[in-house]
């Protein structure tokens, strides 16, 4: 569909007032975009590193509103470019306009927002992604994300990972599994269990866990991913929870960004980051990491932890508090123009581009002469694999949890055996 195209109405996207209204809320920010002729945003943005597309950029996604409120082009025109983000965060740490303060600043660093506001925008005004699409429609029907693995995508198999661990329904504090670690890597969400329990951490399941609703609220669907938040806090409240501990980098952005968006004031629960809690319960004595492990790994930080939310030492902590390990680092700003290229979205319209974004990232662990890449986030841990599996001296991607579980004596197979 053109800007002179109409939709089944009769009208326009740039006709039923969402454009204007979106324009409206949007200016400002691409007012001030620093369009650096350094291209600071440019280069460090895991896409542009692969397509060289400057339709893609954090500049072009801010220039296409001053053109839409000029009248050169409709959401139309461009919704397919916003599909070219992981969410990653990193253009808006090294924007230029960190050198100032106040609104100039603050308009500048939302390009995130910005990118989530025009996909929304998209659906809203009938022009949709066909792959998002789908994926949401199916998300909907399972009430979780149909990832592919060895476990039936339903709510009949949803804590199947849980079999034999003995773990209650509810409680104040539950651990909340993200979908891929419920239906692919169930060995994740094992670990952390295992973790807590040795511990000595009180906690439970929900009753029906669905979708955090982060994937869908970041394609777009915003709606309906505040249809799954609603469940499950009213699932939390049901079972008397106050507390929520999660593993994944995407539970935890929707859960402390997304959540709080929704409900304001009556979002009163409290979100704890499993890596954050490990590194405090280590460095308290309560979980002893005695097993030595005797590999050679790098550090792989997740997008949303990392840049999102500014989380880098712990799990740097934790590695170093493994007996046996070789750990190489990168520091965490170097990493910030690192991506596994899974985020938002990307890999179930762009597959193509998320395999090359995570052959690059496993490419920069090679040259570090490691044998393992260590990530804390399950959703990076798919693409990372595949891409480590493919060299001819591969490099194999281990979760960080599943990891700790071993060093802890928690686990009778060896992870990466």
Not at 43 to 56: G, K, L, S
Not at 87 to 95: D, I, T
Not at 290 to 319: F, S
Request: hydrophobic share 35%.
């Amino acid at each position: 569909m053109t800007q002179h195209e109409t939709k089944s109405d009769g009208k326009s996207a740039a006709d039923n007032g969402l454009q204007t209204e979106f324009v409206e809320r949007w200016r400002d920010a691409a007012y001030n975009c620093y369009s650096s002729g350094h291209k600071f945003c440019r280069e460090v943005c895991p896409v542009m590193q692969v397509t060289r597309d400057e339709a893609h950029t954090p500049t072009s996604f801010h220039a296409n509103i001053v053109a839409m409120e000029k009248g050169h082009l409709s959401v139309e025109d461009v919704a397919r470019d916003y599909v070219h983000c992981t969410q990653c965060g990193a253009c808006e740490l090294r924007c230029p306009n960190t050198l100032f303060t106040g609104d100039f600043y603050r308009f500048r660093t939302r390009t995130v927002e910005v990118v989530r506001a025009m996909r929304a925008l998209a659906v809203d005004s009938g022009v949709e992604q066909e792959g998002w699409k789908r994926w949401v429609e199916l998300t909907d029907s399972y009430r979780s994300e149909p990832v592919m693995g060895d476990v039936e995508v339903s709510q009949d198999h949803v804590a199947d990972w849980a079999q034999g661990l003995d773990i209650p329904i509810g409680g104040d504090t539950l651990l909340f599994c993200d979908c891929e670690g419920a239906f692919f890597r169930t060995s994740t969400p094992r670990a952390a269990a295992k973790i807590l329990k040795a511990a000595g951490v009180e906690f439970g399941l929900m009753r029906e866990q669905w979708c955090c609703g982060g994937p869908a609220a970041e394609m777009g669907y915003v709606e309906k991913a505040r249809s799954f938040a609603e469940h499950n806090i009213a699932d939390w409240r049901s079972v008397g929870a106050n507390r929520i501990i999660v593993f994944d980098p995407h539970d935890y952005i929707s859960f402390t960004e997304d959540y709080p968006r929704y409900f304001g004031d009556d979002f009163d629960f409290e979100i704890v980051l499993m890596v954050e809690l490990v590194a405090e319960l280590v460095r308290d004595g309560k979980l002893k990491l005695t097993q030595p492990i005797n590999r050679t790994v790098t550090y792989h930080d997740a997008c949303r932890l990392n840049k999102r939310k500014g989380i880098h030492e712990a799990p740097r902590e934790i590695l170093r508090a493994i007996p046996g390990l070789t750990f190489k680092d990168v520091d965490h700003v170097t990493q910030w123009s690192y991506c596994s290229g899974a985020g938002a979205g990307l890999g179930i319209e762009r597959p193509d581009l998320t395999a090359e974004i995570s052959r690059r990232r496993i490419e920069r662990a090679a040259e570090l002469e490691v044998d393992a890449l260590v990530s804390a986030c399950v959703w990076s841990e798919r693409p990372l694999s595949e891409q480590g599996g493919k060299r001819a001296e591969p490099i194999e991607v281990l979760d960080l949890l599943e990891l700790v579980g071993q060093s802890a004596g928690l686990d009778d197979e060896e992870v990466g055996s």
